[in-house]
């Protein structure tokens, strides 16, 4: 009898434990793909009818595609510390190379880490906090990596600027004869080899291995995926460079005076004149940019079709971003930094299981995926988050959850439906973006909008007000 007892009792044990799986299971998983310095004008999602992006365009259509969502800093280490600890750079401090940890405290949870400490299994594979491009994908390093986040790591170290092939730098290179620089530069590689010889390709195939593997765990599972093009270099083998003739490249139009009204701050250097690019380079760079993006986009399809294949699609929310923007060419001007539209506004995509494709024209902030994320597999959402929970947008686009933006950089943007204010201290730019969206009439000096700029003025301070004012110790 107590034989009997005993076998009905491992029998009973073994049920629950199969039954707290099963529970532990229903929780959706999350996949979280995050792009470095990719514009949204470079997708066939938001318009772009040049550059080859099928498998983001494909996500686009499944899921939920913002069209007004924004960075909370143009450069990639704050961004990341923001949008993974969900606080403005403004409450942090979090700024240059950085994870953010150090200026949060060892007693805040990241996203990755929330969901860690809340039964799911945390990875990531190559660049999601802070990590020096090209300097630590060469090296294969962590970067500004954040331990405390995750039960496991993958790095994805790749030749960048150092891969065979053919190479040329565009910057600073007016006559063409400048030798091949390494570094944080405009430089085009036409590589030599295949997808897995670079940092983008064995990331994939890693998130494609985890993937898989995955689908036998016990609980679900939070990973975040990095890739690091189209950050400079844009490197990409050569048959994605193959796609794009630099000839035929169209550039942003030139107008003459487009600078005159733009304040000369650092963030607003990075333009044609001072990188001293003739009209070819600047074609080049367009055409090596957008090599990387379908570069990118290829190994990303191959992270999706994985994700089908393993079975676990309907049970996964899956989220595609990037840390900022980028410029290319708009205004002459290029890269990051700067706090206009092109480097403040991001692509961002949410597909969740069970909610039907739409378009919204809301505006989101990258800080809002934490608290979303975290609502939307039934998690309580820390009461110290400084991001807004933008779930019921998913539900209908035209839900609003908030009425205006902040975005940091060179400077700050303060974006409401219909003006922007660019502010740099001393000097700013005020912009209508119902009547001027591309923003070529400067208004900040117009006394008819001077009644319009006092009142933004006011409202940046009082958002700063009530960000500095945050109690990063509140419970989460």
Known sequence: MRGNSRSGFHWVAALLLFNSSLVAREQLNVLFIISDDLTLTALGCYGNKVCKTPNIDRLATEG?????????????????????????????????????????????????????????????????????????????????????????????????????????????????????????????????????????????????????????????????????????????????????????????????????????????????????????????????YYASVSYMDAMLGRVLEALEKSGQRDDTIVIFTSDHGYHLGEHDMWSKVSVHTESAQVPLIIHVPGKKPAICHSFAELLDLYPTVSHLCGLKVPDNLQGKDISPMLDDPTHQARDAILCSGKGMLYREKKWAYLHYGKSGELFDM?????????????????????????????????????????KQ
């Not at 400490?117 to 906090?129: I, W």
């Not at 969206?437 to 003025?457: C, G, H, M, S």
């Open 434 to 474: 119902e009547k001027d969206p591309k923003q070529y009439n400067n208004l900040i000096d117009d006394p008819a909008y001077a009644e319009t700029l006092a009142k933004i003025r006011q409202k940046l301070n009082a958002k700063l007000s009530e960000i500095r004012k945050t109690d990063l110790g509140a």
């Open 64 to 288: 939920t595609l913002f069209t007004r969502a924004y960075c909370q800093a143009t450069f990639c280490g704050p961004s990341r510390a923001s949008l993974m600890f969900g606080y403005y750079p403004y409450a942090t401090k979090a700024n240059g190379y950085t994870s953010g940890r150090e200026k949060v405290g060892p007693d805040k949870d990241s996203w990755p880490q929330y969901f860690r400490r809340n039964g799911y299994h945390s990875a990531r594979v190559s660049k999601v906090f802070h990590m020096g491009v090209p300097p630590d994908i060469a090296k294969g390093g962590d970067g500004a990596d954040d331990p405390a986040s995750w039960d496991e790591k993958f790095n994805s170290r790749g030749p960048e600027t150092w891969a065979p092939g053919k190479g040329e730098t565009l910057q600073n290179n007016p006559d063409g004869t400048k030798k091949l620089a390494g570094g944080n530069r405009f430089v085009v590689v036409e590589a030599e080899g295949d997808d897995l010889v670079h940092s983008d390709g064995k990331t994939a195939q890693k998130a494609a291995e985890l993937i898989h593997r995955y689908k036998t765990l016990d609980k679900p599972f939070f990973l975040a995926v990095g890739f690091v093009r189209p950050h400079v270099p844009f490197v990409a083998p050569r048959k994605y460079f193959d796609l794009y003739d630099p000839e035929d490249m169209v550039l942003p139009p030139k107008i003459t005076g487009d600078q005159d009204d733009i304040p000369k701050t650092p963030g607003n250097r990075r333009t044609t004149a001072n990188y001293q690019m003739n009209l070819l380079q600047q074609k080049k760079l367009v055409a090596g």
